[in-house]
């Protein structure tokens, strides 16, 4: 687990080595992708990990095991984990 970064799992599954479905792989990419599109300042980075990093920082990623990790700051990572 990185720290400052919340690993994010659907359902709250116990953690796997396993890869995910190729199909299911696949859908979770394009929904990150849709989500990176939705600010013009981001890009996503990482030809087969799928990252975005702002000034050197990485700050988003998509794992091939199911999981996403996000890196917000202190006062919004409290407001998103309470959703």
Not at 30 to 58: C, D
Not at 61 to 66: C, F, P, R
């Amino acid at each position: 687990m990185f720290v400052g970064y919340y690993l994010l799992r659907p359902n709250d599954l116990p953690e796997s080595d396993a890869l995910m479905s190729t199909a299911a792989y696949a859908n979770n990419l394009a929904l990150y992708e849709k989500l990176v599109t939705t600010n013009p300042r981001v890009e996503r980075k990482g030809a087969t990990i799928p990252f975005t990093s702002l000034n050197g920082h990485m700050f988003s990623y998509l794992g091939k095991t199911d999981e996403m990790a996000l890196r917000l700051p202190s006062g919004k990572r409290e407001a998103f984990l309470k959703r």
